[in-house]
Structure formats: C-alpha cells, structure tokens
C-alpha cells in the first residue's frame, strides 16, 4: 500500500470515529453529565460488557506499545495517542499512534 494511501486512511478512520462518537455520545453526556454512568452503561449486558472490555483491553495494548515504541524507536508524545484512546477512542488513539511512529519506519520493499 502506498504511504500515501496508508496515512489517509488512518487519518480518515480515526476522524470517523471521533465524529461519529461525537455525535453519539456528547449529547446524552451534556444531558446528564453522569461520567460513571456513562461508562458503566457499556456493561448493562452480556454482549455489550464484552465490547466495552474489548474496548478496554485494547487501550491497554495500546498503552504497551506506545511505551515500547517510545524506548525503542524514540517515538515521542505518544501520551497524546494514549488520551484519545480514551476519549473519544481506542480507534482514534491507534491510528494517531500508527501516524505518530510511520517516519520512524525505514521505508522498505513493498509486500
């Protein structure tokens, strides 16, 4: 995939979902601006209790390999990824950090 391609889909993925969440997610928030409540009502059932844990754990993953990436390949701000995995996403914070490590990259033969 050309660099090009690969950085414009990141950074279109990761707004997506930042907008989408946006449009989603604040309204109800500023309606009753219970934080805890907010988040404890992606554990209301099975199903959804194994989607906001997913969520979770990937953040998670994330967190690892952000303080990895940052002792190895000297990938600096990683922290900011780290936020908007949090808020509004772990879809977000990854395509940033992805964005974040891509000129750390020595560029290579195409696979």
């Not at 554990?43 to 690892?64: E, K, Q, R, T």
């Not at 940052?70 to 914070?93: D, F, S, Y």
Request: aromatic letters at 10%; hydrophobic letters at 55%; glycine letters at 10%.
């Amino acid at each position: 995939m050309p660099i090009r391609l690969y950085h414009a889909l990141l950074i279109l993925l990761g707004a997506t979902f930042a907008a989408i969440f946006t449009v989603l997610c604040i309204p109800p928030l500023l309606e009753n601006p219970d934080i805890m409540g907010a988040a404890m009502a992606g554990f209301v059932n099975p199903f959804s209790s194994g989607y906001a844990l997913d969520a979770i754990l990937c953040w998670c993953v994330l967190a690892v390999w952000v303080v990895h990436e940052a002792r190895t390949l000297g990938v600096r701000h990683g922290w900011i990824a780290l936020v908007l995995g949090a808020v509004p996403g772990v879809a977000t914070g990854f395509a940033l950090s992805f964005l974040m490590r891509s000129p750390k990259q020595e560029p290579g033969p195409a696979r």
